[in-house]
């Protein structure tokens, strides 16, 4: 029992963000080298091989799993039920008119779902079989990357991606570093540095590689990207040496190798085991809200068609009962059918029933929608406002499934870098003992030189110089800025003078370039690291050489940096930067109050600020300070906390020097798109993998937040202080007390008397929130209480977000009891995950890669054009279809409740209304087409109209047009149409004489009487009222609609003219013969024809015009004005893109 529950508990804890207990480990022979013998023996696992699958079927199940799939939807399956019972009983309709129109369904979508997925495999095999290269035997092989183990020695060259997750041992520079991009998994294309395991950073050479020793001990596989622990063991003279290994040790599959010639690694996880592939979410089949109320509408109606056949299988027999009445002589039944047993007679009858009307579900319907989504996202990628110039690039439909729930959003999960900003930072000013310094300012119309303007003080004393210039270097020093080799000292120089922002340093932030260079602008260059020596070129331009001491790295608790530098001199200075919230409590002088003041007004500006501090160290402090660090360095265990220990002790007392601002310039109009969502009723949430500094900056600039917004913090920080269950707890009692209890409602306007909240959360308390709660605690759950927060706060920003920690808040979200329509959007392979898990998934063409445009439903060059995806085609597709779906259910009805109503007149026999040829062309032929060409082209409101009223979004909001109440209205509508139909023909033919030759001649209109006549006109009638009905929804008209909608009814009465015109040689019945012309001759039928269409259509009409008058929606409003603006005779001539006539 105690290994059950050892093995459940590794397996939860590897899986599981944010897991901080060591996890069951693998060990990895470095060059598939045995252990020298006397050493611990280790049992050597297996591990996958390195091939990456992201498709879903294989060539040997795709038609089964395809098949099971298609399956399970309630229309599909019903129909096969139907085709079956067809083949098996006799029934009054061919197999044909059922089985044909499946067919073409289930193969249309299975050629479409194949194809999309062959072009997964195809990318699949792109990656695995693209070539590696390997040290064997102390020579460099190639071979392909599906083929690489665990343990290989991979050779990575500069610009290359890692084709696994790698441990560095060495590289091309002396100091044993390498710089990689993160784009692809973090969404951060700055350089970050990485470190070689100090004992093996010597060997460059492929047969010194070959030649290290060693075994690594690991963690198990998982998904935190921020997260690794590992140890490993060099044998040197057979005495093994152990080193930590962290995660500045492991090169992550999917990033790329910058600035560095070339490394050597070891492969420790391969495949699907790699941190990229676990953080990938499965690809799952999406389906849209209207397509479950189209299957919740099905249901009723199946239940409808049961009972039909139901009532008139007892009826049949309740008629049947009295000997007298047997069924009609043309049943023709055999007598082995009548000695059959009565239950048995009695299933049969009711399947054919249920054929006979089966009619009533639309399997043509499946086809339509499938073409009208199909067709219809042509829109988005023809759409010439989603063309972007600079990219060259159209937005992209890879799925055309979800067009309608882009009409649906409720709410919007987007990552920030390269989503909203276009990753690219500008040095704004910076701030020195109250003296701000901006670089190129324009004063009275002229250009000041590149060394800058002190904006308060003109003539800074030479204590105020001295500070300036501390500051200066400072900022030249502290960070982690690598310089690009190509360039030369002499193009640096050309560049200053020329007051250009130049390229060549690269860095782990992007910060910290524009921080470098704006240093440049003002006077001072950051040369290079040399020899584990900083060189600065002063405004005299004089080189200046520091040593650097000691690192201390960024980190999202701390949010604070360090270097300790000995200038040539040999003064020790300690040199820190970081958030003001970090350095000011720290400071113990300096103008503290004068750069606050500036801080807090850079803040406001949405500009991201940095506050500048240092220390001078005597020797004693700074061996102490050496001491410190190598004792946490070399910890095992605790390392992280061992670490921020030391750092908290270095970094004090400590002197203010000044403040920088710093812009992450957003991409363009994200605000106003922002704005505009908020408009409609979406909530926006911000989730990304960048500090919480940065990302809340951005929120202000994009409009997420506002300057009144208060902010709520659920981060690392804050529980650090409180308990999460106190935290917590205190955020609901916060924002419930302000709504008096109640819930701000998704849709509601935000009130100017209402506190707006901003809840800004962290990935490692997120992973603490989603923990189940455990049994010997009383925390209980805290997911409901945290929803509880979040729906009360108008923003929500989550930041350092693992990949898969995106994926479960949208998750999260989507299982809350209102069942909100999400959409995620994001640019990299960091943001597939989440993309994956909404209902729909934006890619951004970024500069990240096309992991999220290939995973996504759609694909846009810029964040900008979300607006009009989902305002305009989103509100378009979804009124088109919701129509489409209603009108669909309702022209069925119409279509089949005579046929029922018909059985009472015939005796219960089964004998269809109408004729074959009208059963299968009704849906085929004369009413498909003017409805696909309107749910393709309807506008009911100008396009513009859409864009500048973000709120008429709202009127569409949570399915409105396919609520139960709109669904009953239709059907009822249909059930009164065709009671109309059938009695007003019935009434018509109600007194009757036999002609001389024996036929029933209808005395007041002289027509020939007979069931296909009966049936003829109401068919006529039928296919006239449901047209003019679609007619009469039409708000958008174009040569194109009246040449659809009139041409059906041409081609119905053309069709009917030659079907019962020629006797057809193939047919063994000719009984439409001459009754279509026999009915067109009599006068009083067209005038019946004419009065019930209107009787049919009237009340719907009287029902929109009450309905508008009383209680219009939004939509309707603006319909009215822009009727009564056109109808006004002073209004200029204008043509309007949604009309297809000249108003005036």
């Known amino acids: 029992m105690g290994m059950d529950v050892s093995t459940l508990r590794t397996l939860i804890s590897r899986y599981c963000v944010g897991e901080e207990n060591w996890v069951d480990s693998r060990t990895i022979y ?97 990656v695995n079989q693209c070539p590696v290269h390997v040290v064997q035997h102390g020579k460099v092989v190639r071979k392909q990357s599906r083929k690489l183990r665990v343990g290989d020695v991979v050779f990575v060259k500069e610009n290359e991606t890692f084709p696994c997750d790698l441990i560095l041992l060495s590289t ?34 492929e047969q010194e590689v070959d030649s290290i020793h060693a075994t690594i001990e690991c963690e198990q596989p998982q998904p935190d990207l921020y997260k690794f622990v590992g140890r490993i063991n060099i044998y040197m003279d057979n005495e093994p040496v152990a080193r930590p290994l962290g995660s500045e040790n492991l090169l992550l599959r999917g990033a790329t190798l910058k600035n560095t010639e070339y490394i050597y690694a070891v492969a420790i996880y391969t495949g699907m085991e790699t941190k990229m592939a676990l953080n990938y979410q499965s690809k799952t089949q999406k389906r849209s809200a209207v397509e479950k109320s189209m299957n919740a509408y099905l249901v009723v109606y199946l239940f409808i068609l049961i009972s039909k056949a139901f009532v008139n299988t007892v009826l049949k027999y309740v008629w049947q009962a009295d000997p007298n009445r047997d069924e009609p002589w043309y049943n023709d039944r055999t007598e082995s059918e009548r000695q059959r047993h009565i239950v048995i007679r009695a299933f049969t009858d009711f399947l054919a029933f249920m054929v006979l009307f089966n009619y009533i579900i639309p399997v043509s319907m499946y086809v339509t929608v499938e073409m009208q989504k199909f067709l219809g996202s042509y829109f988005i990628m023809w759409d010439d406002e989603m063309f972007d110039e600079e990219l060259g690039e159209r937005a992209v439909v890879n799925t055309s499934d979800l067009n309608e729930e882009l009409g649906q959003v409720e709410y919007v999960f987007t990552d920030k870098t390269g989503t909203l900003t276009e990753n690219n930072m500008e040095f704004i000013e910076c701030c ?39 500051f200066f270097r400072a900022l030249c020093l502290c960070h982690t800025v690598q310089v690009k080799e190509e360039e030369t000292v002499d193009g640096i120089k050309q560049g200053i003078h020329q007051g250009k922002s130049t390229s060549f340093y690269i860095s782990s932030s992007p910060d910290e370039v524009a921080l470098v260079e704006g240093m440049k602008r003002l006077g001072f260059t950051y040369l290079r690291l040399k020899d584990s020596h900083m060189e600065i070129l002063n405004r005299e331009d004089e080189i200046e050489r520091f040593e650097l001491l000691e690192v201390l790295t960024f980190d999202s608790v701390r949010r604070r940096m360090s270097v300790i530098v000995r200038s040539s001199s040999g003064q020790l200075y300690l040199f820190c930067k970081g958030a003001d ?49 190598s004792g946490a360095k070399l910890a095992l265990q605790d390392r992280d906390k061992r670490l921020a220990e030391a750092y908290d002790i270095i970094e004090k007392d400590l002197i203010l020097l000044g403040a920088t601002a710093v812009e992450d310039r957003l991409q363009e109009k994200a605000a106003d798109t922002i704005e505009s969502l908020h408009k409609a009723g979406m909530k926006v949430w911000v989730l990304t993998g960048d500090k919480m500094e940065t990302a809340a900056a951005t929120c202000y600039a994009s409009k997420l937040f506002h300057r009144n917004t208060q902010i709520l913090e659920l981060t690392t920080k804050r529980t650090e202080e409180q308990s999460l269950h106190d935290v917590l707890f205190d955020l609901s009692r916060t924002v419930l007390r302000q709504h008096g209890g109640m819930t701000r409602d998704t849709f509601s306007g935000l009130s100017g008397d209402c506190t707006d909240y901003g809840l800004i959360i962290d990935g490692a308390t997120l992973s603490a929130v989603m923990r189940p709660p455990q049994e010997d605690s009383n925390s209980g759950n805290y997911k ?165 009223d973000p709120s008429l979004y709202r009127d569409i909001a949570k399915n409105s047009l396919l609520r139960w109440p709109i669904f009953i209205y239709w059907t009822i509508l249909g059930v009164y149409d065709a009671i109309v139909m059938f009695f007003g023909a019935y009434f018509l033919f109600d007194n009757t004489t036999f002609t001389s030759n024996g036929q029933l001649m209808t005395t007041n209109t002289q027509m020939m009487f007979g069931n296909w006549t009966f049936g003829t006109l109401v068919f006529t009638v039928l296919v006239f009222t449901v047209t003019f009905k679609l007619a009469l929804d039409t708000h958008y008209w174009t040569w194109i609609n009246h040449f659809v909608i009139w041409g059906s009814l041409i081609f119905f009465v053309v069709f009917s003219l030659l079907w019962g015109g020629i006797i057809w040689p193939f047919l063994n019945y000719q009984r439409m013969y001459y009754v279509f012309m026999q009915m067109l001759s009599s006068g009083p039928a067209w005038l019946s024809i004419i009065l019930l269409i209107t009787a049919g259509l009237l009340p719907d009409v009287l029902k929109k015009v009450i309905w508008r008058a009383l209680w219009p929606t939004t939509t309707e409003r603006i319909q009215t004005k822009r009727r009564c603006l056109a109808s006004e005779p002073s209004t200029i001539f204008m043509l309007s893109q949604t009309s297809s006539r000249i108003s005036f």
């Open 784 to 948: 409901e209480i945290f929803l509880e927060i979040c729906r009360n706060c108008s923003a929500v920003l989550c930041c350092r977000m693992a990949p898969l920690q995106k994926a479960q808040i949208v998750k999260l979200i989507k299982a809350s009891k209102e069942h909100p329509i999400t959409l995620a959007i994001g640019d990299g392979a960091n943001d597939v995950s989440m993309i994956l898990e909404a209902h729909v998934g934006v890619g951004i063409m970024g500069k990240e890669g096309r992991q999220a445009v290939r995973n996504s439903d759609y694909a846009i060059p810029k964040f900008k054009h979300l607006k009009k995806m989902l305002l305009v085609h989103g509100h378009y597709y979804y009124i088109r279809i919701s129509e489409l779906v209603q009108y669909f259910f309702y022209k069925n009805v119409c279509f089949i409740f005579p046929q029922f109503l018909y059985q009472f007149f015939c005796g219960f026999s089964q004998q269809p209304l109408y004729d074959t040829a009208y059963l299968t062309l009704y849906n085929i032929s004369f009413t498909s087409l003017p409805i696909l060409l309107y749910s393709l082209i309807e506008q009911h409101i100008n396009m513009d109209i859409l864009k500048k």
């Open 172 to 205: 091309s520079r002396d100091e044993g570093v390498c710089y990689v991009t993160t784009a692809s998994l973090d969404g951060e294309s700055s350089h970050k540095t990485y470190f070689a395991v100090q004992d093996t950073k010597a060997y460059n050479t």
């Open 581 to 629: 919230s970090s350095i000011f409590p720290r400071v113990i002088s300096g103008k503290v109050e004068q750069v606050k003041a500036r801080v807090e007004h850079n803040a406001v500006e949405g500009l991201r600020t940095l506050c500048v501090a240092y220390r001078l160290l005597s020797p004693e402090q700074y061996q102490e300070v050496c001491h410190l660090l």
């Open 30 to 126: 470095i060059g598939h080298k045995e252990p020298p013998p006397g050493t611990e023996a280790f049992i050597q696992q297996r591990f996958p091989d390195n091939r990456i699958v992201s498709s879903k079927y294989t060539f040997w199940n795709f038609i089964p799993k395809n098949m099971f799939e298609q399956f399970r939807r309630v229309a599909n399956f019903y129909f096969l039920i139907i085709f079956l019972v067809q083949l098996i009983i006799d029934t009054p309709t061919s197999p044909i008119t059922s089985g044909l129109p499946l067919f073409f369904v289930i193969t249309v979508t299975a050629i479409k779902q194949g194809y999309e997925d062959w072009l997964r495999h195809k990318a699949d095999n792109s």
């Open 432 to 470: 020195v003992d109250g003296h701000v310094y901006v670089p190129h300012v324009i004063l009275n119309g002229q250009v000041m030189p590149g060394a800058g303007m002190d904006m308060i003080d003109t003539s800074p004393g030479p204590e105020a110089r001295e500070h300036e210039e501390l």
